[in-house]
Nanobody, 118 residues
C-alpha cells in the first residue's frame, strides 16, 4: 500500500505562484509514474502533469510553460511549481501514483485546494 499526502495549496492572486508537494509513504519502491490531476467544480478530473520514475514529463496544454513537475525519489516526494496562475487554475489538485507491482493499480491523495482570485 502507498499513502499520498498533498500540501501547499491555498489562495493566491492571479499572476502569483504556489508550490504543491506530494509526500509518499508505505511501499514507495512500488511507485512508477506519478502525476498531478485537478478537478474544478462541475468539471471532470483532468491530468495536469505527469512524471516517470526516470524524470520524463508531460503537461496539459493549458499549463505548459507555467507549471513544472518534479520528483525527488530519495525523499519520496513529488512537486508541482505553479507560476503565472490564472483564475481558471482554481481546482482541487490531486496527487496520483501508479504502481509497478502486479497486478497494477494506482493511488490517490486526498487533494489540496488551489484558489486563484482575479
Amino acid at each position: 500500500q502507498v499513502q499520498l499526502v498533498e500540501s501547499g495549496g491555498g489562495l493566491v492572486q492571479a499572476g502569483g505562484s504556489l508550490r504543491l508537494s506530494c509526500a509518499a509513504s508505505g511501499s514507495t519502491l512500488s511507485i512508477g509514474a506519478m502525476g498531478w490531476y485537478r478537478q474544478a467544480p462541475g468539471k471532470q478530473r483532468e491530468l495536469v502533469a505527469a512524471i516517470t520514475r526516470g524524470g520524463s514529463t508531460n503537461y496539459a496544454d493549458s499549463v505548459k510553460g507555467r507549471f513544472t513537475i518534479s520528483r525527488d525519489n530519495g525523499k519520496n516526494t513529488m512537486y508541482l511549481q505553479m507560476n503565472s496562475l490564472k483564475p481558471e487554475d482554481t481546482a482541487v489538485y490531486y496527487c496520483n501514483a501508479q504502481t509497478l507491482w502486479f497486478p497494477g493499480g494506482e493511488y490517490w491523495g486526498q487533494g489540496t485546494q488551489v484558489t486563484v482570485s482575479s
